[in-house]
């Protein structure tokens, strides 16, 4: 958990460093910095230092975490000298990571223009669907909690809890829907009014497909709490998108308060980024939930398969062969045998479980997660932050590279 809780925290700071480099003043520092070799002029904007910053920043993270998940390839044991990678070796990471954010203000703003325009927003993309899945594995195993509670207490206390959340959640999006109607399809805004209705019309489509027969037969599982969830994140997505438009006959936000409104979508995007982390970390990534189900084959698994656990060995047990142990002690001690002698005993009982069993590491019994899916999560986290950052627009340089 230390770990996990680790690299979440460098992530924070990565992406708050992304976000302070958008400043005008830090932006002409930088340019002051590295002798205007960052200096890129814009179309829409006086410079694209900032914006280029963001992804420069952000860019240093996704590769930090892409190395990572290439040195950590099949480790399922932290007995496997690279789980020190994972677990271990904090300074030199963090150290690799500031050299590599420092290495990017090296390269080359053409570099940066292409990665904006045509990767990074497609791994952020890639991001959005993965957070579909994380919200239908989540709404799964909240409403089987709640009929488990349900079942097991007797109450309806748990009924009510569900299917108040349910409707909610329906509420919300319809109110949102009706509003969105009304503040954004006005006047010329035909492109607005088409995607409101998609995102209606999608949403009729999927309340009926988690009701009907056929999919109920072929997965009982499925109910109106996934899709209210499912529906409430469209509806979230498509509002976002449109209060970030800067056509101001169709955005009401751009017109009034625009800075505080993007203010707010960002900050509610990046809430979500860190539930969705923290989420995938705990349980996508814990049981390759993307990757498809065990670690052999088969279907994609929503469930986790339970990890057999020993019970932690508090007292070391005395072992089997004391005298034996013994008498090789005093020969070494004596000069007669070597060392080494002794060290291959021990580790003999260490391997058949006699000793001492380190009740602090709670992966004894193998990885309680994946730890290259778990880093692949954060490289695409950082591209979907640095989206989110820069209001998912294109940078156009005034001059070709």
């Not at 990572?68 to 677990?87: E, F, S």
């Not at 927003?121 to 909690?145: K, M, Q, R, T, Y």
């Not at 986290?381 to 627009?393: F, I, K, S, V």
Request: net charge negative.
């Amino acid at each position: 958990m230390a770990t996990r809780v680790g690299y979440a925290l460098l992530f924070c700071v990565d992406a708050i460093a992304a976000w302070i480099s958008l400043t005008p003043s830090l932006a002409r520092s930088i340019e002051e910095w590295t002798y205007k070799y960052v200096q890129v002029q814009c179309i829409q904007q006086e410079t694209c230092v900032g914006v280029l910053a963001v992804h420069r920043i952000t860019f240093a993270l996704a590769l930090f975490h892409v190395v990572l998940a290439l040195l950590l390839v099949d480790v399922h044991d932290t007995r496997n000298p690279r789980a020190t990678i994972q677990n271990g070796w904090w300074g030199p990471k963090i150290l690799a990571w500031i050299s590599l954010v420092v290495c990017t203000f090296f390269l080359p703003s053409a570099f940066f223009v292409f990665w904006a325009n045509y990767i990074a927003p497609v791994f952020a993309v890639s991001f959005i669907f993965l957070g579909l899945v994380l919200l239908v594995d989540f709404a799964h195993s909240w409403s089987e909690a709640c009929l488990d509670e349900w079942e097991r207490q007797g109450s309806d206390v748990w009924k009510y809890v569900l299917v108040g959340t349910t409707l909610g959640l329906y509420g919300m999006v319809l109110l949102a829907t009706l509003l969105l109607y009304l503040f954004f399809a006005t006047g010329p805004c035909t492109s607005n009014r088409v995607l409101i209705t998609i995102n209606l019309l999608l949403s009729v489509v999927l309340t009926v497909l988690c009701v009907h027969p056929r999919i109920q037969e072929a997965n009982p599982r499925s109910g109106l709490a996934q899709s209210s969830m499912v529906l409430a994140y469209m509806t979230y997505l498509l509002t976002s998108a449109l209060m970030n438009r800067d056509n101001k006959q169709c955005n009401p936000i751009a017109r009034g308060r625009g800075e505080s409104a993007h203010t707010t979508t960002a900050v509610l995007g990046v809430v979500f980024t860190f539930l969705a982390i923290a989420y995938s970390t705990t349980r996508a990534a814990t049981h390759t939930l993307m990757l498809g189900g065990d670690r052999t084959t088969g279907d994609i698994a929503l469930d986790p398969e339970p990890v057999a656990m020993e019970a932690p060995i508090s007292v070391p047990p005395a072992p089997k062969n004391t005298l034996r142990i013994e008498a090789i002690r005093s020969a070494v001690a004596a000069g007669s045998l070597p060392s080494s002698v002794l060290d291959d005993e021990l580790q003999t009982q260490q391997d058949e479980g006699r000793v001492l069993v380190n009740t602090n590491d709670d992966e004894r019994a193998g990885t309680r997660y994946h730890y290259s899916v778990f880093h692949v999560i954060f490289a695409v986290a950082a591209c979907y932050t640095a989206m989110l950052l820069t209001d998912w627009h294109a940078v156009r340089a005034v001059k070709e590279f």
